[in-house]
């Protein structure tokens, strides 16, 4: 993996995981180091083929380029890896496809904030905005939504976001324990948190078209959400209730 050299605040680093995401990642970079200023900007290339990597640098990113696909769980992973070593305090997940504004982040940043959450998500189905889904797909958020709530002790409306914020906590946990397998990284890592003591919350957030390119799963992968996200339930409720290794800093 290469990283771009500089000198980071510290303080917030977003990351993005991208594959093929030409079409959308410079416009993306820009606009997050706009919103956010006081941020540095991580694009992990999760193995594109495309010019994705070139455009993110020239857009003012640090890159992570991964010699092969991970998926977004890997791609994750390496970031909160990155930004344990560097020393960040905080990071937040955006998409790589325009679809999450950075100008909520602020409001994540004040629920963290104000409740002491080490992990607050932003919820498409959390009163804001018009985003929805339909038929077993709906149904199956409604029920992981249902049981990840009483896991976690808070009320969770989207436990399939890729709109996080973490603190420092779970950014340490997250190196060595964040699943890499389809939904595991949104489904699983909500469950590993909870476990190792950390506080999560959620706040409402407007989803957005996406800006461009192609969706990375298709839609033969989307008919099949319905069991994996099931499945990724039942593995993740089979791990002990004890803190994790790795768990969050003494």
């Given amino acids: 993996m290469r990283a771009m050299q500089h000198q980071p ?37 999760d193995g ?62 004040r629920v963290m904030d104000a409740e002491g959450a080490d992990i607050v998500i932003g919820a498409r189905f959390a009163g804001v905005g018009g985003y929805e889904v339909r038929g077993p797909r709906r149904w199956t958020m409604r029920l992981l939504s249902v049981v990840l709530s009483r896991v976690t002790g808070t009320r969770l409306t989207d436990t399939t976001s890729g709109l996080k914020l973490c603190a420092r906590p779970a950014i340490r946990l ?31 957030i407007e989803m957005r078209p996406r800006a461009g390119g192609k969706p990375s799963h298709s839609p033969i992968k989307a008919a099949v959400f319905l069991s994996r996200a099931l499945l990724a339930l039942v593995v993740a409720l089979s791990r002990p209730r004890e803190p994790v290794p790795g768990g969050p800093d003494a």
């Fill in 9 to 45: 605040s510290r303080r917030l680093l977003a990351i993005i995981p991208a594959w093929n995401e030409q079409a959308t990642i410079a416009a993306v970079v820009s606009e997050i180091r706009d919103a956010l200023p006081d941020a540095d900007v991580l694009v992990v290339n």
């Fill in 48 to 109: 594109s083929t495309d010019s994705t990597s070139s455009l993110a640098r020239r857009a003012g990113a640090a890159v992570l380029d991964l010699p092969v696909n991970l998926g977004v769980g890997g791609a994750m992973r390496a970031g909160y890896t990155y930004a344990f070593r560097a020393g960040y305090e905080r990071t937040v997940q955006l998409d790589a496809d325009g679809q999450h504004d950075p100008r909520g982040v602020a409001e994540l940043a």
């Fill in 174 to 204: 997250f190196t060595s324990n964040y699943p890499a397998e389809y939904l595991g990284d949104t489904i699983e890592s909500i469950v590993i948190a909870s476990r190792a003591g950390l506080r999560i919350r959620q706040v409402g």
